[in-house]
């Protein structure tokens, strides 16, 4: 089953890089009485992922901060070594956006995985970005395409919020 409006988000342990390195948080603690957005990619440094979904995020933030929404949390099946470094190359730690590493259970648990071993990419999270009040999906925008960001992109979430 894919996750959809109205559902609420499961519980998941992600990893994000505190200040002595990486640790564990659960997802519940991050959108309990919090408006969040959450939007997530098929892999750190991808094309799409590094040039156009993670930038749109980036030109929003100050907006999303204007309408209430307590964080954004960018999540892909990558390690959290490499979320860190993709986070200081593309700017979003800078930002204030939070980069979450999956180790991939929140992805099959949301029915948004996928893999193309051509590409290289094994058990990775279909594109998507969603708006989260108190742990449950107000918004959903999945991509259908691969290699796209139009509707998952941090534009059209400000607009549908």
Known sequence: MTISQGDTLPEATLIRNGANGPEEVTLSALTKGRKV???????AFTPTCHSAHVPSFIRT???FDAKGVDEILCISVNDPFVMKAWGEVTGANAAG????????????????DFSAPARGLIGRSKRYAMYVVDGVVQVIH????PGTCEISGGEAMLAAI
């Open 37 to 43: 957005v959450i939007f997530a990619v098929p892999g």
């Open 61 to 63: 933030k100050a907006q």
């Open 97 to 112: 956006i939070t980069l979450l590493a999956d180790p991939g259970d929140y992805t099959k648990s949301l029915g948004v």
């Open 142 to 145: 999945m991509e259908e395409a």
